[in-house]
């Protein structure tokens, strides 16, 4: 008779945060039938409340005031919650509230208004939540699903129109090709390892590289077929070919949002399986982890990529769109610095911080943008920010700062971000792709503060329409871009507990 | 190690050699008299046309979906259900916490007309 296990061994409050979240959808994704079609504002205050609750949450375990369960594994592993588990809760929900506040009039004036929105961004919010804190390969998979699923149906929220069904099937189906290249790799490595647990990968991992060619091979594919995976979810060349189609096409509420989710929750991702479970797969002793050399040159093809398409960019949304994809080379340099020996931590860190950053930065930089654009989708031309400063120059002066921002000038978050992420590539000897990195921030600065000159130095109508809510994510997005810029340590003092359960 | 999955093995043969026989039993024990009616493809339904591929409602693959919805809730219960006893409390917490998500699904489906076919 095999063994019963019992409810303790689940160690199910340590998962609180996300399941207090998952709980409060489901409640949601019922309480909204029963909201009326002419009163759906009131499912978005309901999906503030459950953000709120679990911030709440994430923060208090973050600020270790009360930690939640017992250890930091709960159902059999399967679930990691340490440190970075809640740093990644916390940019997820932070995100995730900044989302459903610019979506509030925004659904409204478009025609959109639905109750399904707020629903889905907030199972979206969990599969984030659930990627940080995965301990196993298959709860990576199940969990990229959830976060993945929902993102499809709100890049064509905008139906029937064409450019937003559009980028729905062009998302789809790549989405769905890169989940399967995730799931081979999974397949992969467990045949070399024998497990889908990271922590039995990162034990495992020794006695291969110990002697054992063929499980050497398995595992090196496996890796780059879930790097393939990863890599499309975080727009990382040359797996980026959708992200300007469906950034453009989409509702630019979603973009706003998916932008920074859908990265927070591939680079967390990518720590979980190469840096906790797979940091001592070296080809040579002494040598950095095999993935390394592979994981800096994306991170170089994508910073470049990037940059360069972008200057070259009319629209608003592509230009951001362009822009995130170099951020995205920006993040990937940090994870790189993890495949040096000791490292892990640290990149861990370097990904919050920057990730954090771009939370605020680039949601606000879209925020903008809903600002401007027209009900019909239309008016998001780069031209479009002509004479902003003169009839809204509150609205002019934040943008001004999320380029700043983006761009990585000092008192800035942008700054913070990429000083960590370099620093930590700089300790993993990547001279090369650090300095690629800052040659590729002077060259962003050109299309960044076109923007800029747009706004202060030409004339136009500059139209804009600013509801509370937008307003006050707006402002929100800019303390917080300001704030972290000014005073670094109180990001950096909260980064240096991250440390991973286990790996490095 | 491999030699584990021996008893797979035997009855995916077993399996696999069973339908022959039993196909070709009937044709060789019964008697065999065949007629154009007789080997139509359904015998009192109307004749296939057309090819396979073409446009099917969307209905039906919302049908299809809903399917796999309680189709996958009865593999789960069903092995639940047989050591019911055994699991105890435990069983009852995970099978509840399946069963939640799964009810909220059902009950969103229903209230929104998933189930209306018109």
């Not at chain 1, 919050?352 to 998001?380: P, Q």
Request: hydrophobic share 55%; net charge negative.
């Amino acid at each position: 008779m095999f063994e019963v296990p019992s409810l303790s061994d689940l160690n199910i409050a340590a998962t609180l945060p996300v399941m207090s979240l998952v709980l409060g959808t489901c409640i949601l994704l019922l309480a909204d039938l029963f909201v009326p079609q002419e009163r759906k504002q009131l499912t978005a205050w309901l999906a503030v409340a459950g953000l709120g609750v679990s911030l709440a949450l994430s923060l208090l375990s973050l600020g270790d005031v009360t930690r939640f369960g017992d250890g930091d594994e709960a159902f059999a592993g399967m679930f990691v919650a340490d440190t970075f588990t809640d740093a990644v809760n916390v940019i997820a929900l932070v995100t995730a509230l900044l989302g459903v506040m610019v979506a509030y009039n925004y659904l409204e004036r478009t025609g959109t208004q639905r109750g399904e929105y707020y629903v889905l961004l907030l199972f979206t919010t969990a599969g984030v939540m659930f990627m940080g804190a995965a301990g196993d390969l298959v709860v990576v998979f199940v969990a990229l699903e959830l976060l993945s699923i929902p993102l499809y149906i709100l890049s064509g929220f905008r139906r029937p129109q064409e450019a937003s069904e559009e980028s729905a099937m062009k998302y789809f189906l790549l989405g769905a090709f890169a989940s399967g290249f995730l799931v081979y790799g999974i397949a992969l490595i467990y045949g070399a390892t024998g497990t889908t647990g990271l922590h039995d990968i990162w034990i495992a991992v020794d006695d291969i590289v110990a002697g054992d060619a063929t499980s050497q091979y398995l595992l090196l594919i496996g890796a780059g077929l879930m790097l393939v995976g990863l890599g499309f979810k975080v727009a990382a060349v040359p797996f980026h070919m959708w992200t300007p189609d469906v950034y453009q096409g989409a509702p630019t509420s979603v973009v706003a949002y998916m932008s920074v989710a859908a990265k927070v929750g591939g680079f967390a991702a990518l720590l979980r399986v190469l840096a906790a479970g797979m940091p001592h797969f070296v080809l040579d002793a002494g040598a950095p982890a095999a993935w390394q050399d592979t994981v800096w040159l994306v991170a170089v093809l994508t910073m470049l990529l990037g940059n360069l398409v972008a200057i070259v960019q009319n629209d608003l949304k592509r230009l951001l769109a362009y822009s995130s994809i170099a951020h995205a080379g920006y993040v990937l340099l940090a994870v790189a610095a993890a495949g040096s020996a000791g490292l892990a931590d640290e990149s861990a860190q370097a990904v919050v911080i920057y990730m954090m950053a771009y939370a605020f930065t680039n949601v606000g930089a879209f925020s903008v943008v809903i600002a401007v654009e027209k009900d019909d989708a239309s008016n998001t031309g780069v031209t479009s920010m002509r004479g902003l400063a003169r009839s809204q120059p509150w609205l002019a002066a934040a943008m001004a700062l999320f380029m700043l921002s983006l761009t990585g000038i000092p008192l800035t978050a942008g700054f913070v971000g990429k000083w960590f992420v370099f620093k930590a590539a700089i300790s993993a000897d990547l001279f090369f792709a650090v300095v690629v990195g800052a040659v590729t921030s002077l060259i962003s600065a050109y299309y960044y503060l076109r923007i800029v000159w747009y706004m202060y130095f030409e004339e136009g109508d500059g139209e804009a329409v600013i509801p509370w809510p937008l307003a006050a994510a707006i402002s929100i997005a800019a303390v917080g871009t300001l704030f972290l810029g000014v005073m670094p340590y109180l990001l950096t003092d909260m980064a240096r507990e991250i440390t991973l359960a286990f790996g490095g | 190690m491999l030699s584990d999955y021996a008893p797979a093995a035997a009855l995916l043969i077993l399996a696999v050699g069973m339908s022959f026989v039993i196909l070709f039993m009937s044709r060789l024990l019964g008697p065999y008299r065949p007629t154009a009616r007789k080997l139509a493809p359904y015998e009192s339904g109307m004749q296939p046309y057309g090819p396979a591929i073409r446009r099917i409602p969307v209905k039906f693959y919302r049908v299809a979906v809903l399917f796999i919805l309680f189709d996958i809730e009865i593999i789960f219960f069903l092995p639940w259900a047989v050591i019911f006893r055994d699991l105890g409390v435990y069983g009852l917490v995970v099978m509840g916490m399946f069963f939640f998500i799964l009810a909220v699904g059902f009950l969103y489906e229903w209230k929104v007309g998933g189930l209306e076919w018109e």
